[in-house]
């Protein structure tokens, strides 16, 4: 047994009369980090995650409406709709400002707590996401240069080499996405399919105030490096981590790698607030 014993729990809240999942790991009175998943996954993904920042964080992770456990009754789960649920889940667990995560599809509730409510984001990384700034090749792409397939141990959510190397991995992750209907499911997989009601200009990417971290990895083909690293540019201060080898996932393709840029990036951003403080 481990020498440290972490509290895990998990509730259901409600927003706008959707009932939406949630977990949470470590101790309350913990900083908080919040994880949000991208457009193929739920809560269970991060699992990666959950037990190494657990120890210093109070680690919560949720499903988006429609994915997981959560709900969509309504049958309209947008970006839009999933920053509300985000500010809701905060202020149903009593959490006043977060670390915020975004893989992907999360990237876009994530950047919108960044630019509509400073008050409740202490730092923002954006992982294998642009988070809603309109980078031209995004725009005009008209699809996703991969879909999921039928055949077990292949995702565009992986590079095709790690998919190759680790089939049983990439099939735990196949399976995971299984929970839930996702919201368009059977609808033509378009680069901004559920995210396009959400874009940011450069007023309002000048605006943020937070620290800001995106992490790519060098071989993903859905949000390729020199996308992320345009979307970079037009925020303030922020920070460009690259994975080597790592496609769309490298949370899972490369946890040890992105796990230490992720908590790096954290550390230091806390001893600048701390030093900002005294």
Not at 169 to 188: D, I, M
Request: with cysteine; hydrophobic share 40%; glycine share 10%.
């Amino acid at each position: 047994m481990s020498s440290v014993q972490i509290p895990w729990s998990n509730g259901v809240i409600e927003s706008e009369g959707e009932e939406l999942y949630h977990e949470s790991a470590g101790n309350d009175h913990l900083p908080a980090l919040v994880l949000c998943h991208g457009g193929a996954g739920n809560h269970a993904v991060w699992f990666r995650q959950v037990p190494f920042f657990a120890a210093h964080f109070r680690v919560i992770t949720w499903d988006q409406r429609g994915f997981g456990n959560s709900t969509n009754r309504s049958g309209k789960a947008t970006s839009e709709s999933a920053f509300v649920d985000l500010v809701a889940l905060l202020d149903a667990l009593g959490v006043g400002r977060a670390q915020i995560v975004g893989q992907s599809m999360g990237g876009w509730p994530a950047m919108a707590l960044a630019v509509r409510r400073p008050d409740r984001i202490a730092s923002l990384v954006l992982t294998s996401s642009l988070g809603g700034i309109p980078v031209p090749q995004w725009v005009a792409r008209p699809g996703l240069p991969r879909r999921a397939q039928p055949i077990v141990g292949e995702h565009p959510a992986f590079a095709e080499r790690f998919c190759d190397e680790h089939p049983e991995e990439v099939f735990l992750y196949q399976q995971l996405t299984r929970w839930g209907r996702r919201p368009g499911e059977g609808a033509p997989a378009t680069a901004s399919a559920g995210m396009n009601d959400m874009t940011f200009d450069n007023h309002a990417l000048r605006g943020i105030r937070c620290p800001v971290l995106f992490v790519a990895g060098d071989d993903d083909d859905i949000f390729p490096v020199e996308w992320i690293r345009l979307a970079a540019e037009r925020v303030p201060g922020a920070e460009v981590g690259v994975i080597e080898g790592a496609g769309h996932s490298p949370y899972l393709e490369a946890p040890l790698a992105w796990n230490r840029i992720v908590a790096e990036f954290l550390v230091r951003t806390a001893d600048r607030r701390d030093a900002a403080s005294r």
